[in-house]
């Protein structure tokens, strides 16, 4: 039976073109700073972000990683919106590897100014655990995909400066930010201390994140890395799919913002299926079922029956994603089948 994918838009396979693109690329030692594929697409990233340095890591979970290397120390307090990546999605990593503790604050993953506010225990008390970085999910993936409004992004990073917190961006999924609000991705990245952003997401990469920042902070970054075992050498071959990603699918993005909608908009108004409209902004499509319809597993298990492939996130919560190897067709006939299952047909 025809497959349509849609359970993460980490799914994609390369390309021809991007595999032509990898056995092509220039490749050295990159320990030694000499691999020019992977010194390239450091460059192009850190310009695009508008930050100093940027080096490439396997993953994003290993990005968020570092950067909390590079931003806290242990037994410091770190403020994140509600079911960000770095809590949920990362097996414990935050606390096992900086040892830090997490404040959860806001509502959907988007959070004010006034709720960072709040939640900030100043350095040097008695009893408080010194909140050392605020974390950001731009789009937020357990949200919906949502894009975190800039103006409170902008007045949340401030607040954190003023106070010496340190501000990082987890934007795995920033291209979409970027794509659905036309804003340059400097421009959203620029309130933040350190970025980072996920070539194996919606640009269809099969591995590869980056972080960026200052450039002081960018070398503790190499040692983190490091640390972690997560420093490589040719990795040239695999920077050489971003490079390619970068110029080729960046800019059809919105393609997968359209077919989400599409999606969802066979959702809406079906029996059984609670669905918040205005969450639907970018490629993620996320969904709850009612007490009365089948539960996430069931839906899951029946959609895949028909072809269709979604993820359980909650025990009445689904998520489909749209990604470059589904069509409009694809997401529209996903929809619907979705929609019936929920509807109890
Ligand atoms: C996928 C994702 C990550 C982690 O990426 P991996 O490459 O799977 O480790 C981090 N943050 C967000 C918001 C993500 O969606």
């Known amino acids: 039976m025809d497959r349509i994918d849609?359970?993460?838009?980490?799914?994609?396979?390369?390309?021809?073109?991007?595999?032509?693109?990898?056995?092509?690329?220039?490749?050295?030692?990159?320990?030694?700073?000499?691999?020019?594929?992977?010194?390239r697409l450091q460059e192009r990233v850190a310009t695009l972000l508008g930050k100093e340095a940027a080096l490439f890591v396997p993953s994003g979970t290993m990005a968020n990683q570092v950067a909390l290397q590079v931003l806290t120390r242990r037994g410091e307090d770190v403020i994140v919106g509600a079911e960000s990546h770095i809590v949920w999605h990362e097996a414990g990593a935050s606390g096992a590897n900086a040892?830090?503790?997490?404040?959860?604050?806001?509502q959907g993953g988007l959070f004010t100014a006034q709720d960072f506010e709040s939640a900030v225990k100043a350095r040097g008390h008695h009893v408080f655990p010194a909140t050392s970085a605020v974390v950001i999910?731009?789009?937020?993936?357990?949200?919906?995909?949502?894009?975190?409004?800039?103006?409170?992004v902008a007045a949340i990073c401030e607040a954190a400066r003023k106070k010496g917190i340190s501000s990082y961006l987890d934007g795995a999924r920033i291209f979409n930010a970027a794509a659905a609000t036309n804003a340059s991705l400097a421009d959203l990245a620029q309130p933040f201390d350190m970025v980072s952003v996920a070539l194996s997401k919606g640009l269809g990469c099969p591995v590869g994140s980056l972080v960026a920042?200052?450039?002081?902070?960018?070398?503790?970054?190499?040692?983190?890395?490091?640390?972690?075992?997560?420093?490589?050498?040719?990795?040239?071959?695999?920077?050489?799919?971003?490079?390619?990603?970068?110029?080729?699918n960046m800019a059809r993005l919105p393609e997968d913002h359209a077919n989400a909608r599409a999606l969802a908009g066979k959702l809406a108004g079906a029996k059984g299926v609670i669905i918040d409209m205005a969450t639907v902004q970018t490629n993620i499509v996320i969904f709850r079922t009612a007490a009365t319809a089948p539960d996430a597993?069931?839906?899951?298990?029946?959609?895949?029956?028909?072809?269709?492939?979604?993820?359980?996130?909650?025990?009445?919560?689904?998520?489909?994603?749209a990604h470059l190897d589904v069509t409009r067709e694809q997401c529209v006939r996903a929809g619907e089948i979705l929609a019936r299952i929920v509807a109890g047909g």
């Not at 021809?16 to 030692?29: F, Q, S, V, Y």
């Not at 040892?99 to 806001?106: D, E, I, M, S």
């Not at 069931?298 to 489909?320: E, H, I, L, Y």
């Open 213 to 248: 920042g200052r450039a002081a902070d960018i070398a503790n970054a190499v040692r983190a890395r490091r640390r972690f075992g997560g420093a490589m050498r040719q990795a040239g071959i695999v920077a050489a799919a971003g490079l390619y990603a970068l110029d080729h």
């Open 6 to 39: 849609l359970r993460s838009d980490t799914v994609t396979l390369p390309s021809l073109e991007m595999r032509r693109a990898i056995a092509e690329a220039p490749a050295g030692d990159d320990q030694y700073g000499e691999d020019p594929s992977i010194n």
């Open 137 to 152: 999910e731009n789009t937020h993936n357990r949200g919906g995909g949502v894009i975190f409004p800039q103006m409170d």
């Open 297 to 321: 597993a069931t839906v899951v298990a029946k959609a895949r029956d028909q072809g269709v492939w979604v993820s359980p996130f909650a025990q009445r919560t689904v998520r489909a994603t």
């Open 99 to 106: 040892g830090v503790q997490f404040t959860v604050v806001g």
